[in-house]
């Protein structure tokens, strides 16, 4: 008898067959007794009016490794609508003491410290699987997307030698007597493979020193970094944007399913054109319907992006919304200027549902204009000589953007906070699990 | 006009076309002039006896990047059976002077230590590139067989807080004024999401701070990590290593053909069943074939597996060959020892041409035994906390493998040295590019 998967049995209805995985409940109702088993992909139930049948777990913890054998039958009001008759359960590895979260608890009851203390029991709960099986489907579709692309997957170093790309927020470490640093996004990386394989993408760890203390921030994060060449501007890669965020969410659509319904996420509709608005008229825009005056602010606040959700929701029936041409005193000096008008920037913000999601635009590709741009920002070029080799033996125009896979992840499920989002996460007072 | 790749020039024989790229070289030969156009994908000659066609670019530098329309003709003789006349050139970025490593040599001639420093130029000849897309592939097939299998991926953290899986060789970091480190490898991680997934994958780096200056050693690698649960014992793992290898191979056999021709490689069969043989009769048989006695040493050195490489060839026609039961002393503290003799392992090498490219094996999943085993290995339970956790609430018996892939490509490839499969690669001296 081949064992088979939970999510496999409504295709074995009338057959006996055997599942293993964990306890993850029993309950009793008169003289019928149900067992739940749960395995790596869904739970099923057994049923029974035999205490027998219950002898092999009768001392035992949930979370107990057990193998159940029994006949598949098809019970529409039954979770799942198939249960199991007749169960045979077998013991594969017993467990004695109830696990620190109530994982058989429909919905999670527990305090975010006890969450991510015992997160290495607590995202066995479905819900807490759930999210993460979304994680691994967003990344298969965004890869999915960008290879019919003709994109190429590159794996850049995370060690570096300088602390570059800004200068603050980054880990140092001892290497070989000296120093080295952990990269904060691949940013040099990414572009310079753009003079090798024209259109790259990578899926990596990124890590950031950032003090914050927020439910917006962790300081170690997984970027889906795509850039490209032979770009027009920037809105070369906003359409790039587009085409990847449909393919994350036609990819979920298609094969998440269960988890999406689990957790009551509301896929968004991706717009054939997603609507943008300028830096400039969106501050406008926030004077005259807010009467809040934030016109000159070089950025936009939390509430900014809030109010311009709403209105892209309101005039364009949208939950995502570009904002393009940031100023260039806030972005950093690889920024590609406004040709129109220099001090604004090729660059865009994607807000979703009225918090920012990726940000991208078009890079400089000239050695020159790389040059005065490092003088500009009284940087030195010796940290940047072999970023720069790149741009001094001919690169094309590109652009590119970054998508926080758990911040995507908290916002298309609407989660209270980003660690909910992430595996296990790393803030400043937390390294394990 | 559409902008075509160079690989698409094929379907479009008779139309006018437009490609993008960088102007890799040109050749006179009597009156007629050869320009060679590579993007990111090949190269394609255009054709031309008219000196004013070539006058956008006579004073301008190889790696200049360009754009260049001509009409595609089917010309056997010429590299990829087509070439573009009439081309007209239009100057995109221009270059002013010579790349620091002769990219239009057919072979690039440059020593190790020139390659490694110009990477971010050098990764650019079609040989180089070519490496870095069978690695893009490798990793896609990778994916896509374990997919396939019901394995879910992660992305697990990087930063830990103790040094606990080895204890040396690992990178400390200064963290919000404590210590981190780097995480060696995703061992802990990957099994603790057996207990969530039951079947998991991971791609990602890895950090080894190992002090070894050889060819066959960097700093930072990029890891191909399996785990999964319900197993027999390591022979259930061994059969999962075959099929992931089978459908890497299948997959670069399928979508990269020019690279692998370019390279001159030689995919390998991976028999229907790997041949294995105990580490006890692997000594046996050096000592009986090549009269060098190691029976008894606790390991295989390189030039044992050489041999063994040897005669899996003779004895089985097997570019592989799986080494089981390592004895115990040799193997980390969390490797299930071989239930009929316990000073043997339930763990694997595999061994592809005679050079070790996996590790893999069944982990304990009893609590108890990791108390045990922790105590024997004079080892502290403490840092071991979180990660003990998931045995202490139900494991399963599960294992797992991890190939290394710039090892897989240099052992494909027949490359000298390891830093050349590797993007950017990080020593004792080297830190960029």
Redesign the interface.
Known sequence: MN?I?TVEASSHIGQQVRL????HNVRRLGGVSFVVLR???GTIQAVTESEADLAPIAELSL???IALTGTVVATPQAPGSVELHQPQIEV??P?M?P??VPLQQKRLKAGLPTLLD?A??A??HPER?AV??L??GA??GF?KTL?AN?F??????????SATESGANV??????G?D?F?AQSPQF?KQ??V?????VFE???V?R?E?HDTTRHV??Y?SLDVEF??IENHFTVMAMVRMVLAGIFQTLAEGYAEELELLKANLPEVPAEIPHIHFAEAQELIWQRHGVDVRGEPDLSPQDERWLGEWAQQAHGSDFLFVVGYPMGKRPFYTHPDPQNPAYSNSFDLLFRGTELITGGQRL??YADYLAALEKANLPTEPF???L??F??????HGGFAIG?ERLLMQLLGLPNLRLAT????D??R???
Chains 1, 2 share one sequence.
């Open positions: 064992t998967r293993t995985g964990w306890l395995d790596g992909w979370e107990s490794v594969i590895t467990v003491e696990a620190p015992h290495v029991v995202n066995r699987r993460f099986r994680a691994s990344m298969a890869r290879r003709h190429t997957e590159i794996q850049s170093p995370k060690l570096v030698a880990f140092k470490l001892e290497y070989f000296g080295a952990l990386y310079i493979m003079g090798v394989f024209a259109r899926v990596g760890p890590f020193a003090p300081n170690e997984v060449g032979f590709h000239v000589e072999t970023y080799e790149a001094r033996y001919g690169m094309p125009p896979l595996l296990f996460p790393r400043q007072k390294l394990t699990p």
